[in-house]
């Protein structure tokens, strides 16, 4: 189980730095799923989709919240979102989905936050990859 993930999130990050990720991602929707959007632009209904989250009481192991990602790499982030779900899949149910990519946006989010001004797409997709390796540990 683990070292086929590994496996296959080692050979997801050696394609990042290798290969045109932005060719790939073109037919790629942006994400959205388990309390989670990712965006190249903040607008209104995202907005009020942030403000309208109500208190929920969950199994969840993170904090239950909805996360917006907003970004200019959002069909490069959000087709890494869809190669991780493949990744993933079979390790994350029905409840872990919304810690898997809760974790997985807010370490996009807190990437994007640290280095505004400064921002490399293929950084952005390696530092995501590497919180779902973290993901794994837990």
């Given amino acids: 189980m683990g070292k086929n993930i590994l496996t296959a999130l080692n050979n997801l990050e050696k394609a990042i730095k290798t ?7 073109s037919e790629t929707k942006e994400w959205g799923g388990a309390d989670v959007i990712i965006s190249k632009t903040m607008n209104k209904q995202i907005q009020e989709w942030l403000e309208s ?14 996360r917006a990602v907003i970004t200019e790499y959002s069909k490069e982030l959000s087709w890494l ?24 946006a807010q370490s996009a989010i807190d990437y994007l936050e640290t280095n505004k001004g400064n921002l490399e797409m ?14 794994l540990d837990r």
């Fill in 81 to 104: 979102f869809e190669q991780l779900k493949n990744i993933f899949t079979g390790e994350i149910d029905f409840i872990s989905k919304y810690d898997f990519y809760g974790f997985l």
């Fill in 19 to 25: 290969e045109d990720i932005t060719q790939k991602a």
């Fill in 122 to 135: 293929k950084d952005l997709l390696v530092f995501v990859i590497n919180a779902s390796r973290r993901f």
């Fill in 53 to 66: 989250c109500s208190i929920v009481i969950s199994f969840q192991d993170t904090a239950p919240k909805r």
